[in-house]
């Protein structure tokens, strides 16, 4: 199912934020990118997967040398590769993104050429320690996209997105993960964490690859 998206109004303006962000800071952040409508379709389109046993606990490292490292990343996520995005919701952010890539390509000439993409659920009780969105000796992920689905969060139920601005101590800053935000960052360039969270905590997590 592809669902077509109008480039021009609000979120013509939203995409050229985010270039303007990507270009000043290497970061934007877009707090209503989606209508409280489209986070409520996401939202249950995530949950029916979750109820169905579809997610799996998420790992750490790559291939076949991958492993669960709940000290490290308490996470469950369902690749949208491995579950066909026939439902509108989906197939609408799956547009929104696309068109994303081709105001990426168009404006900073990053190459993009595919977008890997899952849902993720934090349970209570979970994080992700310190890290950034990049394999050791690979390069091929250039720009994150986190698009939250939590549409009551409140402060008290942790789980921020801490980014750390110099590297990987210092300064840095707590995004809430409020439903309807859409965070980008280039992926080489920011370390990061996920704040233990007392509620399920639940996103789409994706990355704009180049060709190896």
């Known amino acids: 199912m592809n669902v077509p998206v109008a480039t021009g109004g609000i979120f013509a303006e939203q995409l050229e934020r985010i270039v303007a962000?990507?270009?000043?800071?290497?970061?934007?952040?877009?707090?209503?990118?989606?209508?409280?409508?489209?986070?409520?379709?996401?939202?249950?389109?995530?949950?029916?997967?979750?109820?169905?046993?579809?997610?799996?606990?998420?790992?750490?490292?790559?291939?076949?040398?991958?492993?669960?490292?709940?000290?490290?990343?308490?996470?469950?996520?369902?690749?949208?590769?491995?579950?066909?995005?026939?439902?509108?919701?989906?197939?609408?952010?799956?547009?929104?993104?696309?068109?994303?890539?081709?105001?990426?390509?168009?404006?900073?000439?990053?190459g993009l050429f595919e977008l890997e993409t899952h849902f993720a659920v934090y349970p209570p009780g979970s994080y992700y320690r310190c890290h950034v969105d990049n394999f050791r000796g690979a390069g091929e992920r250039r720009v994150t996209t986190i698009l939250y689905l939590n549409p009551e969060w409140q402060p008290e139920h942790g789980g921020a997105l801490r980014i750390y601005l110099e590297g990987e101590h210092g300064a840095y800053l707590d995004v809430p993960p409020l439903g309807g935000t859409l965070v980008t960052f280039l992926s080489e360039r920011y370390y990061h964490e996920v704040l233990p969270t007392t509620v399920d905590r639940i996103s789409l997590t994706g990355w704009f690859r180049r060709r190896p």
């Open 21 to 110: 962000g990507l270009v000043r800071d290497g970061l934007a952040i877009e707090t209503a990118f989606l209508s409280p409508a489209q986070v409520d379709g996401l939202l249950r389109e995530a949950r029916q997967s979750w109820a169905a046993g579809r997610f799996h606990a998420a790992g750490v490292g790559r291939g076949q040398a991958q492993q669960r490292q709940e000290s490290i990343r308490g996470d469950h996520v369902l690749w949208l590769d491995e579950h066909a995005p026939a439902d509108v919701a989906l197939a609408d952010y799956l547009s929104r993104m696309d068109a994303l890539q081709q105001t990426l390509n168009q404006s900073l000439y990053l």
